[in-house]
């Protein structure tokens, strides 16, 4: 499986060859619900990579600006590997996956100042109604190479039309001491088992409930 570190070409010659523990990389991010005519059709997200992740990107675009055939090529090599991984994202609802499209609707990549920002829309499958049970949305790199997280429950938007009849939680999960120690031990060229679901024991949780 294609870990997040493949994002970026030679992201891990970025790192210090005495690097070690995971996570090596970060990304904040930013979620807004998209909702049509009292519907969930999709999440609006927006990913700030930190400096050292967004330093092949930056160095590949060069001066060039950012609505210029360059970024878009690089957008789109970006937001392919991304949908490779389902958008790194696992939405559930009373149980069940919630499915989505490989199809988003628009994309961009852009620069702030010294990091790449990756703008997307992930969107679901088949429009959900919002009243109803919650939905439990989590986005997380499974190696747990990459540490995905919101700095603040600022960071997730509710529309103005969400705002009334819907209320959500973030919840941040604090892995017991032999995982940490466990990630820790990581190098940055080690992979744990797939079965491990390392990423998955770090990610953060939102809980969206409409009422």
């Known amino acids: 499986m294609m870990k997040l570190r493949g994002l970026l070409v030679g992201l891990a010659a970025w790192y210090s060859v005495d690097a070690a523990a995971h996570p090596h990389s ?4 930013n979620t807004t619900f998209v909702v049509q005519e009292q519907q969930l059709v999709g999440l609006r997200m927006v990913w700030v990579m930190d400096e050292m992740t967004s330093a092949d990107l930056l160095y590949d675009a060069q001066n060039a600006k950012n609505d210029s055939e360059t970024w878009k090529k690089l957008a789109a090599q970006v937001m392919a590997n ?35 920002v990756l703008e997307f829309v992930l969107p679901l499958a ?12 989590s986005t997380y790199d499974p190696t747990y190479f990459v540490d995905m997280s919101y700095q603040a429950s600022s960071a997730i938007h509710l529309p103005a039309e969400m705002a ?12 017991d001491a032999s995982l940490q120690a466990y990630a820790l031990s990581l190098d940055k060229n080690d992979s744990p088992g797939e079965d491990l679901q390392l990423g998955q024991q770090f990610a953060q949780r939102i809980t969206l409930q409409c009422h």
Do not use: W
């Not at 009243?131 to 949305?137: D, L, M, Q, Y």
């Open 26 to 29: 970060f990304i904040d991010m």
């Open 82 to 116: 991304v949908l490779g991984q389902h958008y790194f994202t696992d939405i559930y609802r009373d149980g069940k996956p919630v499915k989505y499209t490989n199809l988003p609707p628009e994309y961009r990549l852009s620069r702030q100042e010294h990091k790449a």
């Open 126 to 137: 088949h429009p959900q109604p919002l009243a109803g049970k919650p939905f439990s949305i």
């Open 164 to 175: 009334q009849q819907c209320r959500f939680e973030l919840f941040t999960p604090t892995p």
